[in-house]
């Protein structure tokens, strides 16, 4: 819609065009300035799940956003279980759904949550114009969380998910299957990924790491096999997710706007998860505005950078080992290591025990084409 020029322009300290993960966490925490967020959808329109590793002060953070629990979680291969059980961290999945809604629920008076696109951004310094429906509004601060553009050569995670009721009791609810590589690997590296949340209700996701998307009943036959061979019976499918993650340096929107969340990389490129580094670029981010500072810190350290992206060439060089490194990482670690290093917060032990359990020469010859 064009911008109506007749309109008052509204002005605000801060603008946050998409209210996601990283925008609507942010917005809740600036209390004291006048902020608009921008997001054209519904809570309910964006219900996947997010998961992560938590200790006990984040699960009562998070609270009534999680769905499922679990201390003790799995890798499989033909070969092998990797079982790790911890005291420590739980892995919880949370519905994005539910914790959108609890932080729109606590945005401040001086917050203005507005659901639709925001449109001709033009930006100006660390600010600028835009409009939304037709209104126009200046901020002096911009922050940009849209989704960042995918390169089509580029490593892509890509699933599809169902979340179901099942026609018997589940036989094993405790226990979170990471991946479980006993599937069709001739399209690249794939598994199983299937959080129990109770012993009726399953979500299964076919889960692929490769640069060529799938056509959707791809991954449906995937998750409908494995469900086969677990012998597990569908009685409902509640609820469908689908998503593509780069795991390649991705381009902006809009290169001339401060970008924050996954766009901006808070996302481990070796993993696709995002969740804990946009919490800690959103907390250190809002701690710095409260003091006058606007700029977006980098969460993920240079050093982990490099590392993730030697190994996803390994991958994209050497598909067929992909499943030995994901195992053989899992295996080198204890649960509270594999927890550290999925959370990108891995001690130089930790590092140094995953070296030494990688095959060496396809990591050298990654090492020295970078
Ligand atoms: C299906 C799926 C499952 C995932 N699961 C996990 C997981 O288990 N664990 C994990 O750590 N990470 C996960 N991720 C990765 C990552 O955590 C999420 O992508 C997360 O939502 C990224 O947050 P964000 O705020 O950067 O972007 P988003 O949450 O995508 O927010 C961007 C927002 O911008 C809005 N927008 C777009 N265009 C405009 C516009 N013109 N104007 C205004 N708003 C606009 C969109 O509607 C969207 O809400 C998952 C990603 C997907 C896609």
């Known amino acids: 819609m064009q911008p109506n020029p007749s309109a008052d322009i509204i002005k605000k300290d801060i603008a946050i065009i998409g209210g996601g993960s990283a ?3 942010l917005a809740v925490k600036l209390k004291h300035l006048t902020t ?28 009534s956003a999680i769905k499922g629990r679990w201390n003790q979680w799995r890798l499989v291969d033909h070969q092998r279980e ?46 600028g ?3 939304v429906a037709g209104q126009r509004y200046h901020a002096q601060h911009i ?23 099942t026609k018997k009791p589940l036989t094993e609810t405790k226990i979170a299957t990471l991946m479980d590589f006993r599937v069709d690997q001739s399209r690249g590296l794939h598994f199983i990924y299937a959080l129990p949340f109770s012993d009726r209700s399953l979500l299964i996701e076919s ?41 390649h340096e991705t381009l902006a929107e809009d290169s001339t706007l401060t970008r924050i969340g996954a766009a901006s990389g808070a996302l481990r490129l070796s993993s696709g998860y995002a969740f804990t580094h946009i919490q800690q670029q959103i907390s250190q981010l809002a701690a710095g505005i409260e003091q006058g500072e606007f700029k977006v810190p980098q969460v993920i350290s240079g ?31 204890d649960s509270e290591g594999f927890s550290r290093f999925m ?27 970078s």
């Open 143 to 165: 922050f940009d969380s849209r989704p960042a553009k995918l390169d089509k050569q580029g490593l892509k995670q890509h699933f599809l998910g169902i979340e179901i009721q």
């Open 36 to 63: 608009v967020v921008v997001e054209p959808k519904q809570p309910d329109e964006r219900d996947v799940s997010w998961a992560l590793w938590a200790k006990s002060a984040q699960l009562e953070e998070l609270g």
């Open 207 to 247: 889960t692929m790491i490769s640069t060529t998307l799938e056509p959707m009943d791809w991954y449906r036959t995937a998750i409908y096999q494995w469900l086969k061979d677990q012998s597990i019976e569908i009685e409902s499918i509640t609820r469908e997710e689908h998503g593509v993650i780069p795991m």
């Open 303 to 333: 050093n982990i950078g490099r590392l993730d992206k030697i190994f996803n060439r390994v991958l994209v060089a050497k598909p067929g080992l992909g499943v030995d490194l994901m195992m053989k990482t899992a295996g080198a670690l």
């Open 343 to 369: 959370l990108g917060r891995a001690t130089i032990k930790d590092w140094v025990k995953v070296i030494l359990a990688m095959p060496k020469i396809p990591f050298l010859t990654q090492v020295f084409r």
């Open 23 to 25: 925008g609507i966490s």
């Open 129 to 131: 114009n835009f409009s």
């Open 82 to 127: 990797i079982l790790h059980t911890s005291d420590l961290y739980q892995y919880i999945s949370l519905s994005s759904a539910d914790y959108l809604r609890n932080c729109e629920s606590q945005l401040s008076p001086n917050t203005q949550l507005v659901r639709d696109c925001a449109e001709h951004i033009q930006s100006e310094g660390c600010g």
